[in-house]
């Protein structure tokens, strides 16, 4: 599922993938790569669309589940 439509001076776009090694794909605004990164937390994508539909701060919620372990960085590509 990608989800694109939302207000973020940090983040371009956030993909929530099942099906392959990883589970989520985050591009940044300031560089063309990919961050691919496994969640940890089974309640992350439910946070994530409530951050979201809050108009809170997305950098600052993804920042704060990889502080805290929730999601974990597995690599990155170029866009």
Do not use: C, H, P, W
Request: without cysteine; glycine residues 4%.
């Amino acid at each position: 599922m990608l989800i694109s439509q939302f207000e973020s001076s940090a983040i371009d776009s956030i993909e929530l993938v099942r099906d392959k090694s990883y589970d989520l794909t985050i591009i940044y605004k300031n560089s063309q790569k990919s961050y691919n990164y496994s969640i940890n937390n089974k309640e992350f994508e439910k946070q994530l669309v409530l951050t979201i539909l809050a108009e809170e701060s997305l950098g600052k919620f993804i920042n704060k589940s990889i502080k805290s372990g929730d999601i974990v960085v597995l690599n990155t590509g170029k866009v």
